[in-house]
């Protein structure tokens, strides 16, 4: 049934309003459905509870980055999901841009601009032209949408100018989490809430080994 036809069957207009937040909330669910975190995920809750607490969720900042560091394989990216998963619904919109290393590489960063947007607006064929328009783009579209945006396995300055240049760019109570390998990089950009992603302690990298070799913790 559509929207429409749902209006229509509505005897008033307070009715109309309601179906029409429902649809609305509706909407925004469908769009958050969860990533896959790990296969055997161990330990990842007290890296979700650490970066939570820097993002400072519930607060009226502007906008509050979380940088994630850490070598290569440790973490970064799962750590990341797991938190998206938890607090997607807080926000209007969301954006999780994957591998922006190769995808910059590969693509460019106007591309990676247009994914943003697109996510974030759920508007198809977006087209920014240049990296510079697509700065002028997002700051133009976004700065009232409260969102959540991960900016994953980031390596160079320039591609958070591109993609989350300055705090003014997004609405209120946008949280932005960046995983990267390079810890100067955040603080070049200003970042100063981070969190490193240690390696496992024994007892947890023993289990992780365990539950991947015999398939069952208590082996
Ligand atoms: N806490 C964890 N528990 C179980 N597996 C994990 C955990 N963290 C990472 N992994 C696994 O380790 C691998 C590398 O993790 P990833 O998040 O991609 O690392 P990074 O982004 O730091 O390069 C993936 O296969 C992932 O599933
Ligand atoms: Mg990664």
């Known amino acids: ?17 309601f179906i029409g937040k429902i649809v609305e909330e509706v909407s925004i669910r469908i769009r958050c459905i969860p990533f896959h975190v ?41 750590t990341a999901r797991a938190v998206h998963n938890l607090i997607v619904d807080q926000f209007e919109s969301v954006c999780f841009l994957a591998g922006i290393r190769e995808r910059a590489i590969n693509h460019g960063l106007a591309h990676l601009q247009e ?29 009232r949408k409260k969102v959540l945006l991960i900016l994953d396995d980031v390596d160079k300055v320039e591609h958070l100018r591109a993609l989350a240049g300055g705090h003014d760019w997004f ?24 969190y490193k992603v240690k390696e496992l302690k024994n007892e947890k990298a023993f289990e992780l080994f365990s539950l991947h070799a015999f398939k069952n913790k208590k082996n």
């Open 1 to 17: 049934m559509t929207l429409f036809q749902l209006t229509c069957m509505c005897r008033s207009e307070s009715e109309y309003k």
């Open 171 to 194: 609405g209120l109570g946008t949280k932005i989490i960046i995983t990267t390998r390079d810890k100067h990089l955040l603080a070049t950009h200003g970042i100063v809430k981070v």
């Open 115 to 143: 994914t943003l947007l697109s996510e974030i607006l759920g508007e198809k064929d977006i087209k920014v032209g240049d990296v510079y328009r697509g700065i002028s783009i997002i700051k133009r579209r976004l700065q």
């Open 38 to 78: 790990a296969n055997y995920p161990v330990g990842v809750e007290s890296r979700i509870l650490e970066v939570t607490s820097l993002l400072g969720l519930g607060s009226d900042e502007r906008t509050n980055t979380v940088g994630i560091y850490g070598i290569g394989g440790i973490g970064k990216s799962t």
